[in-house]
T-cell receptor, first 114, second 113 residues
Framework: DGGITQSPKYLFRKEGQNVTLSCEQN?????MYWYRQDPGQGLRLIYY???????QKGDIAEGYSVSREKKESFPLTVTSAQKNPTAFYLC?????????????FGPGTRLTVL | KQEVTQIPAALSVPEGENLVLNCSFT??????LQWFRQDPGKGLTSLLL?????REQTSGRLNASLDKSSGRSTLYIAASQPGDSATYLC????????????FGTGTSLTVIP
């Protein structure tokens, strides 16, 4: 089955630690996205990548970093510089080559700072 | 910057009722609008995608309309069922830097058996 997988489902971080969230897709999509979801707020874009080895900052990129070494993978690192990282993180993808394409989402990772 | 609003934030209806969810956006320079369903603790499931040149899309008991000039979309759910209980979000893909998707905060729907 084609789709997007995220791991782990739950992640706990101690103060001062960096953690990496995994996102993998087998949809052959070119574009991938990371969003953060907080209670009572809409999804906010952290980073996106439209092609391998290229990515752009979204609205709330501070304290996060990404890489895009392979088409199917787009890991997100939450660094110690992110002061309030407790949230639900969602990865998404679309076919590139146009702006009319549907966005698909993974199941999410819930990050909690201890 | 695009702002997307969904009203009401929460809605409770008896089973079998037809209902309408609303989505409004401030910048009409969009490529498309997508409706999603989100169950608690889960990712988003795509329901319908309407391109900017279209007026509506239908899938089963769902019908979504788009009025780009007035910045509004509605999601109509016919003959609601308890299994429809979830949060419904709309997102608009907006022309401009990065052609980003902007999301509303969602409408939490409860269908009472």
């Amino acid at each position: 089955d084609g789709g997007i997988t995220q791991s782990p489902k739950y992640l706990f971080r101690k103060e001062g630690q960096n953690v990496t969230l995994s996102c993998e897709q087998n949809l052959n999509h070119d574009a991938m996205y990371w969003y953060r979801q907080d209670p009572g707020q809409g999804l906010r874009l952290i980073y996106y990548s439209q092609i391998v080895n290229d990515f752009q900052k979204g609205d709330i990129a501070e304290g996060y970093s990404v890489s895009r070494e392979k088409k199917e993978s787009f890991p997100l690192t939450v660094t110690s510089a992110q002061k309030n990282p407790t949230a639900f993180y969602l990865c998404a993808s679309t076919l590139a080559g146009g702006v009319t394409n549907e966005q698909f989402f993974g199941p999410g990772t819930r990050l909690t700072v201890l | 910057k695009q702002e997307v609003t969904q009203i009401p934030a929460a809605l409770s209806v008896p089973e079998g009722e037809n209902l309408v969810l609303n989505c409004s956006f401030t910048d009409s320079a969009i490529y498309n609008l997508q409706w999603f369903r989100q169950d608690p603790g889960k990712g988003l499931t795509s329901l319908l995608l309407i391109q900017s040149s279209q007026r509506e899309q239908t899938s089963g008991r769902l019908n979504a309309s788009l009025d780009k000039s007035s910045g509004r979309s509605t999601l109509y759910i016919a003959a609601s069922q308890p299994g429809d209980s979830a949060t419904y979000l709309c997102a608009v893909r907006t022309r401009g830097t990065g052609n980003q998707f902007y999301f509303g905060t969602g409408t939490s729907l409860t269908v009472i058996p």
